[in-house]
């Protein structure tokens, strides 16, 4: 094995005989005759003419290896108190019949199908039974509500919409039936039919000619073997937010994802075969299509659907728990998990009630992780805490350590170095490249690895402006960042309006829109601030119409109300204060990350377009009266 430099430099001096051996890593029914080539929108496309199915990579092969006894999907849900265990060979008599299901109903290879579900086996089933036929699945997370839900569903324009009754929230029940009848009640397109997964604790109520029972239709489904697809056809469309109200479907074709995958698992994870992978995510994101869902199976190992919470389902002590009981061997979540668990249990006591010897790296994602979590948790653990950077849109690490090359050096604060496949330059406002330690936009030289998004969901002309044509000849990832002389890449948060909180994208575009739609507001700011346990929040600061005579705690409230009525509870948009005005430059454009620096205390060079210097005091005095931001709570 090659050291961690040679085999970087490989990949970005000679890409296409580097991607060429990776791909050699998965059965092909027909190996790519072109490695790199440019489709019809002068996009980029890896392995155009490969033929492959990647519900046959994820499951027949590994029958086909000797692994048809292995557990392959391990379901653990404290919230239910159900265990389920599903070996390869009972996880393709799933997925078969699901896919069979899928035919009965009239999914056909390139139809969307919507997954609307919890976090249980047979949200799992159905994506696989989608990526076996061919169809594109688009998962929904299910923390959105309606309004979020009827967006995806006019963009992806589904035939059928797979659902489960509902989730449950620690103790909350969340029901999605009532939110999938208004999703389709204000969508312009209709779906040919609902499939409904019935929960117990959640029975949903069924519309006679639309829905379907979904036991039902098992009952009388075949199983349905796989289809061969082009290495460049849809596997999945992913909506992520953006910078306007409209998320991105982002679009992975099956080609680039599945080397990509098998390339992350082993090389960047430094996980084998027949070993046990557990990423604590939610299959809504991208974290779980990669790493709970394609990406263990792809490469044999057990992964482990977790339906709970880092805390109160039932303690603290759950992760080590699971760890204990599945002997995890990498385990994978967002810095927020480890802030609430430390919340609890400052000590880690309940830790040592377990044996996590199993457990050989431990990696963070979704956010920046502040060094005093990471201290702890390496502390606790004992072993390398990783962090690692990436996005929806890469689909898989574009920054970290790749332990299964060479173990490297980290340094805190950094998400690491380069992955192979990504070459990294940062940028300022005009375009002119920096140096080292200097501060600014993150590109990265286009082409992306395989597997990074190919598009957006017919949608070129977006997939062009919002990445390749600010910087020409780089992807603009939308983060802020400062490279050292080593190499070593330190994220210093969002350049745009997208905001993380507790590891979830959200865009505060789409909040506002929610908010100016008040009939009391004339204008609004929503930003996200600095917050302790969840990295960031979002906070709203809006001006009221004259003449409205409304308080501002009932103001409040009902905005609260209307942001997780439209957007969803998974915002967690809880604070909304009056302001007279906001800060503005002279040509009417609100100076958000002005206001964000104001919270967070950082300080800031004040812009010389801005309209009214006053303005910035009198939302320092606002926010110190509401104690809104750290520097002022
Ligand atoms: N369905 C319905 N509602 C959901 C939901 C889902 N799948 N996921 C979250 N919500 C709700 C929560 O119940 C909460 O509602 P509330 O305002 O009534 O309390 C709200 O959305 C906010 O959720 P969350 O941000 O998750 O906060 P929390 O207080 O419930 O939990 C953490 C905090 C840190 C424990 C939790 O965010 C967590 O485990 N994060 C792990 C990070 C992660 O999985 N990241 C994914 C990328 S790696
Ligand atoms: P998502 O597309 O939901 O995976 O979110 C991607 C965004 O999360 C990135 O653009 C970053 O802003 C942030 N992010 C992800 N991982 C990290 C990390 N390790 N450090 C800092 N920010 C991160």
Redesign the pocket.
């Not at 457990?359 to 502040?370: I, K, N, V």
């Given at each position: 094995m090659s050291s961690y430099q040679d085999f970087y430099r490989k990949s970005i001096e000679s890409p296409i005989p580097f991607w060429e051996e990776q791909a050699k890593a998965i059965p092909w029914f027909q190996f790519p005759p072109k490695i790199l080539s440019q489709d019809e929108h002068e996009l980029a496309r890896w392995y155009q003419g490969g033929k492959l199915n990647t519900s046959y990579l994820a499951l027949d092969y590994h029958i086909e290896q000797g692994r048809g006894d292995q557990v392959a999907l391990a379901y653990d849900s404290p919230v239910t108190q159900t265990k389920r265990q599903f070996t390869y060979r009972e996880l393709l008599k799933e997925v078969e019949l699901v896919a069979g299901m899928l035919s009965n109903v009239g999914v056909e290879k390139g139809d969307r199908v919507i997954i609307y579900m919890p976090m249980i086996p047979e949200t799992v089933f159905a994506m696989l039974a989608c990526a076996r036929i061919g169809a594109v699945h688009s998962v929904v997370f299910g923390g959105f509500a309606a309004r979020e839900l009827a967006i995806r569903i006019d963009d992806a324009q589904p035939k059928v919409l797979l659902m489960g009754s509902g989730g449950k929230e620690i103790e909350r029940i969340v029901a999605y039936k009532p939110i999938v009848d208004a999703a389709l009640a204000e969508a312009a397109h209709q779906v040919e039919q609902v499939v409904v997964f019935q929960r117990d604790f959640v029975p949903a109520s069924m519309e006679v000619g639309r829905d379907l029972d979904w036991e039902e239709l098992r009952k009388t489904a075949h199983p349905t073997s796989y289809v061969e697809v082009d290495a460049t056809d849809p596997l999945y469309i992913l909506y992520?937010s953006g910078t306007t109200g409209k998320p991105k479907g982002v679009m992975r074709d099956n080609g680039g994802h599945a080397v990509a995958m098998k390339f992350s698992m082993e090389h960047f994870y430094g996980i084998a075969p027949g070993e046990v992978y557990w990423a604590a995510s939610d299959v809504g994101?991208?974290?779980g299509h990669s790493y709970i869902v394609y990406g263990p199976l792809i490469q044999g190992c057990t992964t482990i659907l977790f339906e709970g919470k880092p805390i109160k389902t039932p303690d603290p002590g759950t992760f080590w728990r699971v760890i204990e009981e599945y002997k995890v061997n990498v385990f994978f979540t967002a810095p927020t998990a480890f802030r609430a668990i430390r919340k609890e249990d400052p000590e880690g006591k309940l830790k040592q009630a377990y044996d996590t010897s199993s457990l050989r790296y431990q990696f963070?994602?979704?956010?920046?992780?502040d060094v005093s979590t990471l201290n702890w948790i390496r502390n606790l653990l004992q072993v390398p805490i990783i962090?690692?950077?990436?996005?929806?849109?890469s689909g898989w690490p574009m920054?970290g350590n790749m332990t299964g090359v060479e173990l490297q050096p980290t340094k805190p604060g950094s998400?690491g170095q380069a992955v192979c496949g990504y070459s990294f330059s940062i940028f300022n406002e005009e375009g002119l490249e920096l140096g080292p330690n200097e501060e600014g936009y993150l590109g990265i030289k286009y082409p992306l690895a395989p597997g990074a998004l190919a598009n957006l969901w017919q949608d070129t002309t977006r997939f062009k402006s919002a990445y390749l044509e600010k910087f020409p000849g780089y992807y603009l990832?939308?983060?802020g960042a400062y490279k050292d002389e080593d190499g070593f890449i330190f994220?210093t948060?969002?350049t745009d309006d997208?905001i993380?909180v507790a590891?979830?994208?959200l865009s505060t575009a789409e909040m506002e829109e929610v908010v100016a739609a008040h009939p009391a507001i004339a204008e609004c700011a929503v930003i996200g601030i600095a917050d302790e346990l969840k990295g960031q929040v979002p906070v709203g600061f809006v001006v009221v119409k004259a003449g409205v005579d409304l308080a501002a705690d009932t103001l409040e409230a009902e905005l609260i109300q209307m942001v997780r009525d439209k957007v969803g509870a998974v915002a967690s948009f809880k604070r909304a204060t009056i302001a007279q005005k906001l800060p503005k430059t002279r040509s009417g454009k609100i100076l958000r990350k002005v206001m964000r620096y104001i919270a967070d205390g950082k300080s800031f060079n004040t812009p010389s377009t801005i309209e009214d210097l006053s303005v910035l005091d009198q939302l320092r005095e606002l926010m110190k009266k509401q104690r809104i931001g750290q520097a002022f709570s």
């Amino acid at each position: 094995m090659s050291s961690y430099q040679d085999f970087y430099r490989k990949s970005i001096e000679s890409p296409i005989p580097f991607w060429e051996e990776q791909a050699k890593a998965i059965p092909w029914f027909q190996f790519p005759p072109k490695i790199l080539s440019q489709d019809e929108h002068e996009l980029a496309r890896w392995y155009q003419g490969g033929k492959l199915n990647t519900s046959y990579l994820a499951l027949d092969y590994h029958i086909e290896q000797g692994r048809g006894d292995q557990v392959a999907l391990a379901y653990d849900s404290p919230v239910t108190q159900t265990k389920r265990q599903f070996t390869y060979r009972e996880l393709l008599k799933e997925v078969e019949l699901v896919a069979g299901m899928l035919s009965n109903v009239g999914v056909e290879k390139g139809d969307r199908v919507i997954i609307y579900m919890p976090m249980i086996p047979e949200t799992v089933f159905a994506m696989l039974a989608c990526a076996r036929i061919g169809a594109v699945h688009s998962v929904v997370f299910g923390g959105f509500a309606a309004r979020e839900l009827a967006i995806r569903i006019d963009d992806a324009q589904p035939k059928v919409l797979l659902m489960g009754s509902g989730g449950k929230e620690i103790e909350r029940i969340v029901a999605y039936k009532p939110i999938v009848d208004a999703a389709l009640a204000e969508a312009a397109h209709q779906v040919e039919q609902v499939v409904v997964f019935q929960r117990d604790f959640v029975p949903a109520s069924m519309e006679v000619g639309r829905d379907l029972d979904w036991e039902e239709l098992r009952k009388t489904a075949h199983p349905t073997s796989y289809v061969e697809v082009d290495a460049t056809d849809p596997l999945y469309i992913l909506y992520t937010s953006g910078t306007t109200g409209k998320p991105k479907g982002v679009m992975r074709d099956n080609g680039g994802h599945a080397v990509a995958m098998k390339f992350s698992m082993e090389h960047f994870y430094g996980i084998a075969p027949g070993e046990v992978y557990w990423a604590a995510s939610d299959v809504g994101w991208v974290v779980g299509h990669s790493y709970i869902v394609y990406g263990p199976l792809i490469q044999g190992c057990t992964t482990i659907l977790f339906e709970g919470k880092p805390i109160k389902t039932p303690d603290p002590g759950t992760f080590w728990r699971v760890i204990e009981e599945y002997k995890v061997n990498v385990f994978f979540t967002a810095p927020t998990a480890f802030r609430a668990i430390r919340k609890e249990d400052p000590e880690g006591k309940l830790k040592q009630a377990y044996d996590t010897s199993s457990l050989r790296y431990q990696f963070l994602a979704g956010e920046r992780c502040d060094v005093s979590t990471l201290n702890w948790i390496r502390n606790l653990l004992q072993v390398p805490i990783i962090d690692h950077w990436w996005q929806t849109e890469s689909g898989w690490p574009m920054i970290g350590n790749m332990t299964g090359v060479e173990l490297q050096p980290t340094k805190p604060g950094s998400a690491g170095q380069a992955v192979c496949g990504y070459s990294f330059s940062i940028f300022n406002e005009e375009g002119l490249e920096l140096g080292p330690n200097e501060e600014g936009y993150l590109g990265i030289k286009y082409p992306l690895a395989p597997g990074a998004l190919a598009n957006l969901w017919q949608d070129t002309t977006r997939f062009k402006s919002a990445y390749l044509e600010k910087f020409p000849g780089y992807y603009l990832s939308g983060d802020g960042a400062y490279k050292d002389e080593d190499g070593f890449i330190f994220i210093t948060g969002r350049t745009d309006d997208v905001i993380n909180v507790a590891g979830h994208r959200l865009s505060t575009a789409e909040m506002e829109e929610v908010v100016a739609a008040h009939p009391a507001i004339a204008e609004c700011a929503v930003i996200g601030i600095a917050d302790e346990l969840k990295g960031q929040v979002p906070v709203g600061f809006v001006v009221v119409k004259a003449g409205v005579d409304l308080a501002a705690d009932t103001l409040e409230a009902e905005l609260i109300q209307m942001v997780r009525d439209k957007v969803g509870a998974v915002a967690s948009f809880k604070r909304a204060t009056i302001a007279q005005k906001l800060p503005k430059t002279r040509s009417g454009k609100i100076l958000r990350k002005v206001m964000r620096y104001i919270a967070d205390g950082k300080s800031f060079n004040t812009p010389s377009t801005i309209e009214d210097l006053s303005v910035l005091d009198q939302l320092r005095e606002l926010m110190k009266k509401q104690r809104i931001g750290q520097a002022f709570s």
